[in-house]
């Protein structure tokens, strides 16, 4: 699966998705009145990938971080503004030819939200019945937010899960580390440093989760910290935007790339970016590889513009390792 994000009322959807793509995630901000090839908005921009890649799945996602997620709680605890949401989320997808909805709550904070957002996503269901369609949610990889959820009763009403397992490490940790590791160190520098892909799905396969039903995420950017040279260092800000190098421009001119094995992590020093942790094709392979080993249902990426299109490819490198014998 490769996730587009739209911003600032303009995305120019890409006609040159391959066949190594499943799905097609794209966010509720697309503009649905300019222009694109002839034909009025993004979304309906898709129409014209649909006939060139009849197998891709295209959904749209509700929600996101910050804004994108401060409606939820109301809609969530009213049933019948869940079934108002759950009958516009079919109308859409029938209105635009789309294969189902993707809910993005970030995060429900108590167990009385997570209840409401199973009830969400069942009213969602009910509309937008299986096979025919399909519904899927992003989760966090922290269990700080995943307790708050009956994660057998949602997995219960969902297609796939989408765990978002990056941003471990961040401007909000009080040093630098790993933002996407496959495993946690022997001896975690921090509450952060604590949480991995394989903690994470090791707690969603504890809670009933299907492993089938499980994304492992991959992300198509890097953290950057200022001042720091390795993993437990305090860092005085980042470089690139907000403290992000998409991948593309990975490694930063100057930097020395080190890979950290224990882990499964990437990182370069130097340059104009610091410390900056992020997947590479080596990674990629070895978290394609523990999807495997573990049953999931595949990976996804975050975001699909944020890749690049030479033999660095990241959606290649998954790609490549989830086929191979």
């Known amino acids: 699966m490769v996730s587009w994000a739209f911003g600032n009322g303009l995305f120019i959807v890409d006609k040159g998705v ?89 995060h429900p904070s108590d167990p009385r939200q997570g209840h409401h957002y199973v009830q969400l996503l069942a009213a969602i269901r009910k509309s937008l019945p299986a096979p025919k369609y399909l519904l899927t949610s992003a989760l966090p990889a922290g269990e700080w937010a995943l307790k708050n959820i009956d994660l057998g009763q949602a997995a219960a009403q969902l297609d796939l899960i989408n765990l978002m397992t990056y941003d471990f490490s961040g401007p909000g940790t009080d040093a630098c580390g790993h933002h996407a590791q496959l495993y946690s160190p022997k001896t975690p520098h921090n509450d952060a440093a604590k949480v991995s892909c394989h903690s994470a799905v090791t707690y969603l396969l504890s809670k009933g989760v299907p492993s089938r039903k499980i994304l492992l995420g991959v992300p198509t950017y890097g953290r950057s910290f200022l001042g720091a040279t390795k993993v437990g260092d305090r860092f005085t800000g980042g470089g690139g935007e907000e403290g992000i190098f998409e991948y593309k421009d990975l490694p930063r001119p100057g930097a020395a790339v080190q890979f950290d094995e224990a882990v499964g992590a990437v990182y370069s020093i130097g340059g104009d970016g610091g410390f900056v942790t992020y997947d590479d094709p080596r990674t990629v392979q070895r978290k394609a590889e523990f999807a495997k080993q573990q049953g999931l249902g595949g990976l996804f990426f975050w975001t699909g513009t944020g890749d690049t299109r030479d033999d660095r490819s990241l959606v290649q490198a998954g790609y490549r390792a989830l086929h191979s014998s």
Do not use: H
């Not at 979304?43 to 749209?60: A, F, G, M, N, V």
């Not at 994108?68 to 109301?74: A, D, I, R, T, V």
């Not at 079934?83 to 109308?91: C, I, L, P």
């Open 18 to 106: 391959g066949s190594e793509v499943r799905g097609i995630y794209f966010d509720e901000y697309a503009d649905n009145e300019i222009n694109l090839d002839g034909i009025t908005g993004c979304l309906r921009d898709l129409k014209s990938i649909k006939q060139q890649y009849p197998e891709i799945k295209t959904i749209l996602s509700v929600g996101g971080g910050g804004e994108g997620s401060k409606p939820f709680p109301l809609v969530a605890s009213s049933s019948i503004v869940r079934s108002m949401f759950a009958q516009s989320a079919r109308n859409m997808v029938d209105a635009y030819g789309l294969d189902g909805i993707d809910i993005d709550w970030e």
